[in-house]
């Protein structure tokens, strides 16, 4: 593959777009963790502080109408996809306005408009749902990929195995995107798994795999959007290693003191705000491009936040409805 594809090149309209994305992400996880300290909401939370560049920088290779499949640790995926906040914010809240009328919460996140099918809690299990949309997708003759985000610790499950295999067999338009935070859990990748590098696995399936650094915005664009053209073209699946970084415990409220001082210091400067801003304005994006964005964005969460609390939450008689395709029996 080709990164410095011209067809891929990292304009400054892009670079605005991934920096608004990223400040999205950034912002909405510390206004929800601001809320579950001071108890205005209480729910489990997977943090994703640290990863804002790779989910912005990876999703903006996809067009709307491609399909994505994450995890529980999904927010920055579902937002740099596209989710309304105020959706968003209403299913965390568990609201009837929510992207699953408050019936998903934070593990579940579903919003097919955008093009998020499904969120997932049981690790690797969207692997090969990902396989079925984009096979759905080659059977129609659509043009849409499939993009299965997952991270380090999924790739030793068995249906990580199994849906690579099944997707390089059948060319499947689909990107497995290997976010690799670095732990699994409490569990360091040297501790849980047989490489250092993950993009090798992809040899033992005959397709494909790509390691790139996940927190440098030119670079996980052009990786991912190299195997999205690959996918879309017909030419099959491709695995893209993406490392990054989890700047906080496995979920909110976990202790972290595991993690060396030193290594989370040198990450916290890799991931920041202010290093991503200083690449963005290497690119023609001026200090009042960014000044405004960040303004637009702030507006935008205290919408949704507003929207989300004054919603109401979901009838008890609700739960009968959108499990099985008829209604059941009150
Ligand atoms: C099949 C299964 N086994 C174990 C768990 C418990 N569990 C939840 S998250 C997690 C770690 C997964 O790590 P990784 O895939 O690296 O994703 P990350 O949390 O770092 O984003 C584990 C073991 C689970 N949810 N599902
Ligand atoms: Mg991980």
Same mark, same amino acid.
């Given at each position: ?22 400040y ?23 943090? +994703?502080?640290?990863? *804002?560049?790779?989910?912005a ?11 994505? #499949? ?8 579902? !937002? ?6 105020? !959706?968003?914010?209403? *299913? ?6 929510? =992207? ?9 996140i579903?919003?097919?408009? /955008?093009? $998020? ?5 049981? #690790? ?7 396989? %079925? ?11 849409? $990929?499939? $993009?299965?985000?997952? %991270? ?16 390089s067999?059948?060319?499947?338009? #689909? $990107?497995f ?9 409490? =569990? /360091?990748?040297?501790?849980?798994t ?5 993009? *090798? ?21 052009? /990786? ?11 030419? %099959?699946?491709?695995l ?8 906080? %415990? ?34 023609? #994006?001026? *200090? ?8 637009? +964005? ?10 989300? !609390?004054?919603?109401?939450p ?11 395709? /008829?209604?059941?029996?009150?």
């Amino acid at each position: 593959m080709n990164k410095s594809d011209s067809s891929h090149a990292f304009t400054p309209e892009l670079a605005r777009s991934i920096y608004r994305k990223a400040y999205l992400i950034n912002r909405t996880d510390q206004r929800f963790r601001a809320m579950l300290t001071n108890g205005e909401l209480a729910v489990a939370y997977y943090p +994703v502080r640290g990863q *804002e560049v790779t989910a912005a920088a990876a999703m903006s290779a996809l067009q709307p109408e491609d399909y994505l #499949v994450t995890t529980y640790r999904g927010l920055h995926d579902s !937002l740099a996809k596209g989710i309304p906040s105020r !959706l968003l914010w209403a *299913e965390f809240a568990g609201k009837r306005t929510g =992207t699953c009328k408050g019936k998903g919460g934070p593990m579940h996140i579903t919003y097919p408009p /955008t093009g $998020v099918m499904v969120t997932t809690g049981i #690790v690797g299990s969207g692997i090969p749902i990902a396989n %079925g949309l984009a096979m759905a997708a080659q059977i129609r003759g659509e043009n849409r $990929v499939a $993009v299965a985000s997952f %991270g380090d610790g999924a790739s030793n499950i068995g249906a990580f195995h199994e849906a690579l295999n099944m997707a390089s067999v059948w060319k499947l338009p #689909v $990107v497995f995107l290997c976010q690799n935070n670095q732990y699994a859990e409490h =569990t /360091t990748l040297a501790a849980g798994t047989s490489v250092t590098s993950i993009a *090798e696995r992809a040899a033992g399936y005959g397709m494909p795999g790509v390691s790139c650094d996940g927190l440098d915005p030119e670079m996980m664009y052009q /990786t991912m959007a190299a195997a999205v053209a690959r996918a879309r073209a017909g030419d %099959g699946p491709t695995l893209v290693e993406a490392h990054t970084y989890r700047l906080q %415990g496995h979920i909110f409220g976990a202790d972290y003191s595991y993690i060396p001082k030193e290594e989370l210091k040198a990450a916290e400067e890799r991931a920041s705000m202010m290093r991503l801003r200083q690449r963005i304005s290497e690119r023609q #994006v001026t *200090e009042s491009d960014l000044a405004q964005i960040e303004q637009e +964005v702030d507006a935008e969460i205290e919408d949704a936040v507003a929207f989300a !609390l004054k919603s109401d939450p979901p009838d008890p008689d609700e739960i009968r409805f959108d499990i099985y395709e /008829t209604e059941q029996a009150a």
